[in-house]
């Protein structure tokens, strides 16, 4: 079992020895796109750091994390919020690290509700912000049907 969140700051010149690590000693590299960077970067620019960086105790290496430090770097930040996690065995992290990218792959949203609960967020939401790649607003009538009306 993980222990709650207590992030501390870390250097992100620190954070890349972590990074290093896990490139040199083991066959896993987590390569992120650089568009992904890109956005990620403007919706931490926009809210702030939401989930810090987390490393591993056992081996040092960046178990989650690795496109926030690259958009971090992106923005200029010196510090990033981070995380030391304890895994009971090599497997259980190895496992952790891949994870945390191909849950996310099962997800899906309802692009026809985002758009019409933007209708009460109104003209301040900037879309961009979503995460959604390639994301455009239909018009009103394109999702009226999800609504019932007496």
């Known amino acids: 079992m993980c222990a709650p969140l207590s992030a501390i700051l870390l250097s992100l010149i620190s954070l ?7 490139r040199i000693s083991s066959n896993l590299n987590i390569f992120v796109p650089e568009e992904q960077i890109k956005r990620l970067a ?3 620019d926009y809210q702030g750091m939401r989930s810090p960086i987390i ?10 994390g690795h496109g926030r430090l690259e958009a971090l770097k ?9 995380d030391f996690q304890d895994y009971e ?5 190895y496992a952790d690290i891949i ?6 792959r099962w997800a899906t949203t309802d692009l026809a509700m985002v758009n019409a609960e933007m209708l009460d967020l109104g003209p301040d939401l900037d879309i961009d912000m979503l995460g959604i790649k390639d994301f455009t607003i239909e018009p009103v009538d394109a999702f009226l049907h999800l609504f019932c009306f007496s």
């Open 55 to 64: 490393v591993s105790n056992q081996s040092g290496f960046i178990t989650k």
């Open 42 to 44: 403007q919706i931490i």
């Open 74 to 82: 992106s923005l200029g930040w010196e510090k990033a919020p981070v």
């Open 89 to 93: 065995n090599d497997a259980q992290e």
């Open 99 to 104: 994870a945390d990218n191909e849950i996310a």
């Open 16 to 22: 890349y020895l972590y990074l290093w690590r896990i």
